[in-house]
């Protein structure tokens, strides 16, 4: 029997391919015979990220894009290239964000909703929900203009709960300066969903399909105060390490789900269920 999970031939953008996610989809599809280009920001990172995987993976294809992707003209104009070289899109995951980490000392009093500004606002939008837009309008078009393509857009358990504040609250720490999750990733991440479902039915007959995946918070040497509060609130009681989404995003990226369309995977070690 073929397998079903199997990406040889098929081509992927990774968007944030070079943060601590983006890598671990690229590992994903690379682990699958998948030709992957990471998008990001971040030169030095996307260096970084791209001497990682090519030495991982000696025979592959490995490309690295330094692309901001709130800026339709870059974006639009990347896709542009893969048009002139005769060369095709399959697969595009929206992983890019602006991920306030916990503990995010330098902005804590302003991470307060009270205090919250608009700048900060417009910025983690146009990230999180309008990159992802203006990546799905182009490299959709794209995959649509070839008969088939697949869209996963990597939203969060924040995509389904609201944040709990409680487990960002240090001992000693006056209330205003404590941190808070941003309103932004609440509607950046319920956004993706919307965007998700408008996706899988706006270029089915083009063979394109759209999902969801919605990981919950993954471990990466946080303050040991916060890990404590969080694992008590997730049914498994602990976090997700960086490598356990590879399965979902195998399994999201190839004729593993084919009937799969326009759905959010929630992967959180039951947190949202609790
Ligand atoms: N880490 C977690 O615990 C967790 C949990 C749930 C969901 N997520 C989601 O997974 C995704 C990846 O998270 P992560 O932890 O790897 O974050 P990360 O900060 O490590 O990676 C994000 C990457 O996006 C890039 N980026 C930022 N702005 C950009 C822009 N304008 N154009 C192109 N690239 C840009 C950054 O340079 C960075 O490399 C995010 O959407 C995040 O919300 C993460």
């Not at 690229?26 to 090519?54: F, Y």
């Not at 894009?65 to 290239?81: G, H, L, N, R, W």
């Not at 916060?226 to 979902?248: K, N």
Request: with cysteine; proline share 3%; hydrophobic share 40%.
């Amino acid at each position: 029997m073929r397998d079903l999970f199997d990406l040889s031939g098929k081509r992927a953008i990774v968007t944030g391919g070079a943060g601590l996610l983006g890598i671990q989809h690229a590992r994903a599809l690379l682990l699958k015979n998948c030709e992957v280009d990471l998008w990001d920001i971040d030169p030095k990172a996307l260096r970084i990220a791209g001497s990682t995987l090519e030495a991982e993976f000696l025979d592959s294809s490995i490309t690295t894009t330094t692309i901001d992707i709130t800026s339709e003209e870059a974006v639009a104009s990347v896709v542009q290239t893969y048009k002139d070289d005769f060369k095709s899109i399959n697969i595009l995951i929206n992983n890019a964000a602006l991920n306030p980490k916990f503990p995010n000392t330098s902005s804590s009093s302003n991470s307060q909703f009270e205090n919250y500004s608009i700048e900060i606002w417009n910025q983690e939008i146009s990230v999180g929900l309008t990159g992802a837009m203006l990546c799905s309008k182009h490299v959709g078009a794209y995959m649509a203009s070839l008969g088939s393509g697949v869209i996963v857009n990597i939203a969060s358990d924040l995509s389904v709960i609201s944040p709990d504040q409680r487990i960002y609250k240090l001992p000693g720490v006056e209330e205003l300066l404590q941190f808070k999750k941003p309103v932004s990733y609440s509607v950046i991440k319920t956004g993706l969903i919307g965007l998700t479902r408008f996706l899988s039915t706006y270029w089915v007959d083009n063979g394109i399909r759209a999902n969801a995946l919605s990981p919950g918070g993954v471990h990466d040497n946080q303050d040991p105060v916060f890990i404590q509060s969080l694992v008590s609130r997730i049914p498994m009681a602990r976090m997700a390490e960086a490598d356990e989404y590879i399965g979902a995003i195998q399994f999201l990226c190839s004729d593993a789900s084919n009937y799969m369309n326009g759905q959010n995977l929630v992967i959180d070690g039951g947190r949202s269920v609790w």
